[in-house]
């Protein structure tokens, strides 16, 4: 049986994912080349993966940031507002008081919209979506909130939703995109230009 099991893995498609492999990774030693390639959701600079279209310049950039930001504090926006200053000397003006928490814990919007400058002329569009509540949610959403006071900024350590918690997302996100306004804004400018 062991010898069966071993010539199994040596077969197997993930026999080339293990700690050699992992080492190697670690010290940059993989290419998209190689056999095996770990893509990443670009946490490891910034949660938004905004910074990489920053790099490239993009007209308009649509974030959704589902980060848990229980205080509604934008830490994953910020940063990627510093970085894009001080690495790439590109600004981004935004205004983010619609989406900040009110007295009844509820914002007034679900995304907002910021000027990108780039520099030389050069303008762009971030269409910046959050995570929140407006207390105008179904009313399964509500009922899930009522039992989960975190919700929608769980910890993203928990990666094992029941039924009730998928759908609790899945409708909020719903709901989000459908009651945005966000895209308006985008589709006026694109007229405008033209």
């Known amino acids: 049986k062991v010898r069966h099991c071993i010539q199994y893995w040596k077969y197997s498609p993930f026999s080339g994912v293990g ?27 910034e949660n938004l993966g ?18 848990a930001d229980p205080d509604m504090t934008f830490g994953g926006l910020a940063k990627l507002i510093r970085y894009a200053r001080t690495d790439l000397s590109i600004d ?11 007295e009844n814990g509820f914002s007034k919007k679900h995304c907002a919209m910021g000027k ?9 569009y971030l269409l ?7 207390g105008d ?15 929608p900024h769980e910890s993203t350590a928990d990666q094992f939703f029941d039924e009730a918690q998928f759908e609790a ?8 995109a459908d009651k945005s306004d966000g895209w308006e804004v985008l589709n006026t400018e694109k007229n405008r230009r033209k």
């Not at 993009?58 to 974030?63: E, L, Q, V």
């Open 19 to 45: 700690p050699i492999y992992l080492l190697r990774e670690f010290f940059g030693l993989v290419s998209e080349k190689d056999e095996y390639v770990n893509v990443s959701d670009g946490g490891h600079i």
């Open 50 to 67: 905004i910074y990489e279209l920053l790099r490239r310049k993009c007209k308009y950039i649509i974030a959704c940031d589902a980060e």
């Open 92 to 102: 981004i003006e935004i205004d983010l008081d619609g989406l900040r928490k009110g």
């Open 116 to 124: 990108i400058i780039y520099g030389g002329g050069e303008t762009g």
């Open 128 to 134: 910046y979506i959050k995570s929140s509540l407006t």
């Open 137 to 151: 949610e179904n009313e399964y959403i509500r009922e899930y909130r009522s039992k989960s006071k975190d919700f």
């Open 169 to 176: 997302y899945r409708a909020l996100g719903y709901h989000i």
